[in-house]
């Protein structure tokens, strides 16, 4: 009878080797990291220059090994090391390498056999499962966990939401639900949000951009200041680019690491929301020379990082070193994880932190094709992601409308957060630069000009929240212990008169007016809008602009603010809808009846746009065809200290302009709208007002 070759089987048909107890054999040197299999686990890792290679394996929490495997040299082809032990139970061990070569540290090449290195393939993470604690010491703290994929997706799609329907919704995991005033049972985690879903949906965002969630170090660098403990919050430190952050779980996930996210990724795409991840590949928590040494560093230090002919790390990125990532090796981990994330958790898009580093060569000098990049770009399983590219890094290099993008690349616009700050809290010769940035930036992207290259935004993580933003002239980060010297200057803010909190009914009515402006203008500009969760109702960091160390209620969400300005967040609410009700704000559409352009800009008299240093109104006005009927939208912005008079462009005689949205109403106009009698109308000071098109016969 012909014996039956089973799956298990089939790996012992070669002689195999013994090993301190373990049988073992040449492994599938094709995949990287550590991987079950029928029988054992293969585990796979790669370095140049490495002259010897040993596996640790350590039960659960401990910090001996067990048992040590070393590689033996034939299980090495070409610079990889490869071996499937057999015999093994991935809930039954740990494990990490050590790593044997030259040290040449003029050369950057510093191997040291003693230290315990974390596997740069790791899919999960051992060592800090709860936020804030160490189970061991920072250097040979890290060890790695085999994961089982056993997610059950059911019939899950991707969304592909168009980017010109995106509007994103940035967070951070943690701050979102931390507080107690969240109301969810499961406080600064994937479960958390998990509960805030029908708020989300309700909102009406269709993508929330996490913060970073691979596996980082809140630690590092951790300090004590004024009593209070500050840590490094927002996670832009990353440890493990293929782990998840243990410490975000609501409960243990032991070689189930990563289901709690995935389920909050396949609820929020099952409620038509996509999921964007955060990514740090500039750089990683190892630092620089005087940072821990537990992965990369013992690995292939100077194929990993950028390095000086001396030998120093290169800091671009401005957190001690900078990643190699045109290096062909770099280039392929950076792959592998994208494609990981995809295939394994279905996200749905990238924002790439300072990602003018990824575009860096190898002597620190920005390439005009970076190979990452183009690779990037036209990976097909990363085919229908977005890329969205923080275009600027710490090193100087500012590619704003310059990024390498072959039509794939879209950016955070800077530039947009800037002008529109500046022309929105009344500054002089900012007329015609808002035009240009309401209308897509067209001196920014005029190859790729239209909805999707340009991510509009007037707030983000990185700097103050709307209601900050017309509360104080100045930064206020003196909780962060650095005298106020951190955090930027220029942030085109206003405080309406009186630095921080008030009683003052006039200053509190000005600001809650120019935040309802800053909405208006943000929801009705061509490109991809983002805004900072608890903009919606107001949320404040007390002044900081750079709470990166607050864990703490300066970056957590005030859920209380929901109830007090709930007006505000309804307003919210409806100027997403509004913007999702009228294409031609969002696209080029086809040509609306009465032969207006598509998108056009205006002075207080139509059609003319005599802007000068002195103006301060813009009218922007959309129209074409929505649903099949005209659809024409016209938004008056007065930035001006008294109210103007300012003629709206004329209508076919059977049509007539309603007036939907002023901000300088408490209450906010919408519905049908109020109709305007003649052309001519009066826009109150410092507001923004909206107005619609419609039948004269026929209340909209």
Known sequence: MKPVITEESKYHLIPLDEIGGYKVRPGIYEVNGATAIPGGVNFTIHSNQATAC???????????????????????????YSMIVFGLQIEDFEYAYRIDGPYQPEKGIIFDKTKVLLDPYAKAVTGQKLWGEREIDVENQYHARVVKDDFDWGNSKELNTPMEDIIIYEMHVRGFTQDFSSGVKYKGTFAGIIEKIPYLKDLGITAVELMPIFEFDELRESREYEGKRLLNYWGYSTVSFFAPNTSYLSRHERNNEGNELKRLVKTLNDNGIEVYLDVVFNHTAEGNENGPYFSFKGIDNNIYYLLTPEGYYYNFSGCGNTLNCNHPIVQQMIME??????ITYRVDGFRFDLASILGRNEDGSPMSKPPLLQSLAFDPILGNVKLIAEAWDAGGLYQVGTFPSWNRWVEWNGKYRD???????GDCGKAQTAVTRILGSEDLYQERLGSGASVNFITCHDGFTLRDLYSYNEKHNEANGWNNTDGSNDNYSWNCGVEGDTDDPQVKSLRLRMMKNAVVVLLCSRGIPMFLAGDEFCNTQFGNNNPYCQDNIISWLDWTLLNKRRDFYDFFKYMIKFRKEHDPIRKNTTCCSFRFPEQSAHDIKPWTTNFNNDSHYVGIMYAGRTRGRDDCVYMAMNTYWEPLIITLPELPEYMQWYRVVDTYREEFVCGIGEPVIGYDTEIKERTVAVFLAGGKSVRR
């Open 54 to 80: 040993e596996l640790l394996l350590y039960h659960n929490h401990e910090k001996e090994p067990y048992t040590v495997i070393p590689f033996p040299e034939n299980y090495r082809i070409g610079n990889v």
């Open 337 to 342: 994880c994208l494609r990981y994330w995809v």
């Open 419 to 425: 002008d529109i700050r500046s022309f929105l809290k």
